[in-house]
């Protein structure tokens, strides 16, 4: 009886005020394990806006739990396991096992293998350290390259309301393999100037919030991403380095909620008349550079997900304050700023959402990012406007359990993403904060997994990429007159394979065979190195059979 008194105190603590701190958008196990029990209709998700708060991911394991009979073994025992990963969050008290803990006789403090780190909590307090630790290697018959990865994160809560999370990771790339120009899914990096040959970067993840029942408030630096995809997200792809934002995330009621961030980004234009001479020492200061936006989500039945909403990016008039009212249509605002200058306007987007899970074990989704729309343009066959748009689904455990079929189509039109102001473009560091084939390209995506084994997943894939010209946008430049993929200048054709072993929470060995057919055209469609060098890093030019393999600790 004493027990299902305080299970349900936990509970009803938990519903009061579930804490922010993020659980990074990399953890593809347990984003995956609640994609897959929101497909089978056992919790609600909007898996549209990510990154997901750990409370957050502890409340719909709970809920799952409550419904274990549904599950299969499989599911059940990566129930079990991702529960003992989110103990600080769900626990009085953090409960580890017993031979891996050096502080026995402590009932607040406790070492574990999973979760791997040190643990602390008492009534008022709780905290979380644990390493940052892994290895990559890619090798076929050009050679091999690898990236080394070190560092620590740690997190915890102060009373009922207060969080924060910090993480720090040292990185070294024999190769760099992730340039602003290259056209891949890897995390863009902070590496200074325009190095050439192997690189060492670090970044710096964390925040802080406060947190009420139904809403929370706070500043982070961190990646996010918005758009339903499986296969990269073509609002917000998290692709570009960390910023920092201030945030705000509401839900007042089970049919609505309200995501809203103001960001301070990175726009590498060297701003000269602030720049200066400090003795014999040049100091470059770049623009300032500043984005606001916020997605609208409607659920007018359960499961069906309708999420609209808007963003600038903004330059060269300092922090509006304006842009730090969540709730505003920005481009009306900037009318109102600059409807009377020539070239001062800035840089404003639309996206539309809609996520459907109503028919079980299948997940519809489509998603539009409107970058430059103008009705007149309909009505003429040579015109378009800048558009990103994606649509899919998701098949999870039907007919077979545990094995999930994924398709996805994405098309972006020329101009979109683009400005022709170099301070107020869709980027931050110089990488894109959409889709990562950028502007007049294609993406046709199909995947199929397996997990036979709790924590062990095999997954196929293949996938076609094609991007066109790319269309200079100027001010006096016409963008949406030039023809979608009139010329394929550069292609990637890959079929994968890959196994993944998650042995404790966050930590995986991992291997994968890539036939990779990678080609760059020129307009007559005849083989050239231009845009191949440019968009792909040499490991993987033309046609190469690359095995990957590696393991992580920690993200």
Not at 108 to 119: D, E, Q, R, Y
Not at 126 to 133: A, E, I, Q
Request: charged content about 20%.
């Amino acid at each position: 009886m004493k027990r299902i008194l305080l299970l349900t105190s936990f509970l009803i603590t938990l519903a009061a005020s579930s804490q922010t701190v993020y659980e990074h958008i990399s953890s593809k196990g347990i984003y995956h394990f609640l994609d897959e029990l929101a497909n089978n209709k056992i919790i609600e998700l909007n898996s549209a806006v990510k990154p997901y708060a750990r409370m957050f991911i502890a409340e719909k394991l709970k809920e799952a739990s409550e419904q274990k009979d549904k599950l299969n073994k499989r599911q059940q025992r990566e129930l079990r396991f991702y529960a003992r990963g989110y103990t600080l969050e769900m626990d009085e008290h953090p409960e580890t096992n017993a031979t891996f803990d050096v502080f026995k006789k402590n009932k607040n403090l406790a070492t574990a293998i999973n979760p791997f780190g040190i643990l602390y909590k008492d009534s008022v307090f709780s905290f979380s350290l644990k390493p940052v630790w892994g290895i990559r290697y890619f090798f076929n018959d050009h050679g091999s390259v690898y990236h080394r990865w070190g560092g620590a994160e740690m997190y915890g809560y102060i009373g009922s309301n207060l969080s924060f999370y910090a993480s720090l990771r040292d990185n070294n790339e024999t190769e760099w393999l992730s340039r602003p120009d290259y056209l891949n899914r890897r995390q863009g990096v902070p590496v200074k100037g325009n190095p050439y040959g192997g690189v060492d970067y670090s970044e710096m993840r964390g925040g802080i919030f406060y947190t009420w029942q139904w809403g929370s408030a706070g500043l982070a630096k961190d990646h996010l991403s918005w758009g339903s995809n499986y296969h990269g997200a073509n609002i917000f792809s998290g692709k570009q380095p960390s910023f920092g934002q201030i945030q705000l995330n509401l839900k007042p009621t089970r049919w609505f909620e309200f995501h809203y961030f103001h960001g301070w980004l990175v726009s590498e234009v060297v701003d000269s008349s602030r720049s200066y001479w400090d003795n014999d020492t040049y100091r470059e200061v770049f623009h300032g550079k500043y984005i606001a936006a916020n997605f609208y989500t409607f659920i007018p039945v359960k499961r069906l997900n309708l999420s609209f909403g808007n963003s600038i990016v903004y330059s060269d008039i300092g922090v509006q304050a304006v842009y730090l009212i969540p709730f505003l249509f920005y481009k009306s605002v900037d009318h109102t700023l600059n409807s009377t200058a020539n070239n001062t306007g800035q840089n404003s987007q639309m996206f539309f959402d809609i996520s459907s899970r109503n028919l079980k074990h299948l997940h519809l989704y489509a998603t539009a990012f409107i970058d430059e729309f103008k009705l007149d343009r309909l009505r003429h066959n040579d015109q378009h406007n800048f558009i990103s748009w994606k649509c899919g689904f998701r098949l999870s455990d039907f007919p077979l359990q545990n094995l999930a079929l994924t398709a996805e189509y994405t098309r972006t039109n020329p101009g979109t993403y683009q400005h022709y102001i170099s301070t107020t473009t869709y980027e931050s560091n110089g990488y894109n904060m959409g889709h990562y084939l950028k502007a007049n390209s294609e993406e046709y995506y199909i995947g199929i997994s397996f997990k036979p084994l709790r924590g062990l997943h095999f997954k196929t894939s293949w996938m076609l990429a094609r991007h066109g010209n790319d269309i200079q946008y100027t001010s006096n430049s016409r963008p949406q007159n030039e023809p979608v993929l009139k010329d394929i200048t550069w292609e990637d054709q890959t079929w994968s394979l890959s196994a993944t072993y998650e042995f404790t929470g966050n930590a995986y060995l991992f291997a994968e065979l890539i036939l990779s057919d990678i080609q760059g055209h020129d307009a007559d469609g005849q083989t050239a190195t231009y845009y191949l060098e440019k968009f792909t890093p040499e490991l993987f030019w033309g046609q190469k059979t690359t095995a990957s393999l590696g393991f992580n600790i920690g993200f």
